[in-house]
Structure formats: structure tokens, C-alpha cells
């Protein structure tokens, strides 16, 4: 009878090691599923609260910036209607030359000051006619060539 006792209680003492594993994995899975809630729920607050900040950038800043912007813009459409499309052949294209040795001046200021190359002073007194009619072997320097050949699909006509 001791033998059957021995046996019974290593049953008890083996089911009780199970129940104690199982207890342990169901709570050190519900203790992960709980941190997994809460990392999770964090981040959403967050998101929520940029989502705010953002609705409000929209309603101020954005808003602002834009209504800036269709100004500008409407303000170019404007001139274009009143003043460019009632222009004639000529003031057109004496307006389109100003823009070229303007266009012209502003990349050499550019590159005045990204390279410490000075040729400014050789576009604004080349008249932008000459300009745009430079070629390779002309007396201007590489820069001014180049700038040239990129304003070549401008129409002086």
C-alpha cells in the first residue's frame, strides 16, 4: 500500500508541476498581452496628438501659406490678362529680352556665389541678343555659353 501511495503522490506532485507551469506561462502571457496593450495605447495617444497638432497647423499656418500663395499667383495671372496679352509684337518681345538678361544676371549672382566665378558684370552688358546667339566659339567664357545654351528654347521672335 505505501508503493501505491508513492505512486499517487508523484501523480499529485507531476499534475501540480504542470498546473504550476501552466499558471506561470498564462500569466507571463497575459503580463506581455497587458505591455503590448500599453505600448500600443501610448503610441495612439501620440498619433492623436499630432493628429491635432496637424489639424491645427492646417487652420493657421497651412491656410495662411496658401491664401499667400493664390495671392501671388492671381497677382501673375493678372498682369498676364492686363498687360502681356494685350501687348504687341514688339513690347512682347522687348519684355522677353529684359527677362533674359535678367534670368542671365541672376545665375551669374548664383554662381558668384556658389563658385567665387565672376563673369556677372560680361552678361549684364551683353545685350541679351548676343547672348542668346552665342556659340561655342565665340569669345564668352564656358559659363556664359552654357547659360546661353540653356535659355535656347526661349523664343525672342
Excluded: P
Excluded at 35 to 56: G, M, P, T, Y
Excluded at 84 to 102: A, I, Q, T
Amino acid at each position: 500500500m505505501g508503493k501505491k501511495l508513492t505512486e499517487v503522490a508523484k501523480s499529485i506532485n507531476a499534475a501540480n508541476a504542470r498546473m504550476k507551469r501552466n499558471a506561470k506561462t498564462l500569466c507571463n502571457q497575459a503580463s506581455l498581452q497587458a505591455k503590448a496593450e500599453r505600448f500600443s495605447s501610448d503610441i495612439v495617444q501620440q498619433l492623436d496628438v499630432l493628429n491635432e497638432r496637424r489639424k491645427e497647423w492646417e487652420a493657421t499656418d497651412y491656410k495662411k501659406a496658401n491664401d499667400g500663395l493664390y495671392a501671388l499667383l492671381g497677382g501673375c495671372l493678372s498682369i498676364y490678362k492686363s498687360q502681356f496679352v494685350n501687348g504687341n509684337d514688339d513690347e512682347k518681345k522687348e519684355l522677353r529680352k529684359s527677362l533674359v538678361e535678367r534670368l542671365l544676371y541672376a545665375r551669374a549672382d548664383h554662381l558668384n556665389d556658389a563658385s567665387g566665378i565672376s563673369y556677372a558684370a560680361d552678361v549684364t552688358t551683353a545685350g541679351a541678343g548676343q547672348l542668346a546667339g552665342a556659340t561655342s566659339g565665340s569669345a564668352h567664357t564656358t559659363n556664359q555659353h552654357l547659360a546661353c545654351k540653356s535659355l535656347s528654347n526661349l523664343t525672342l521672335a
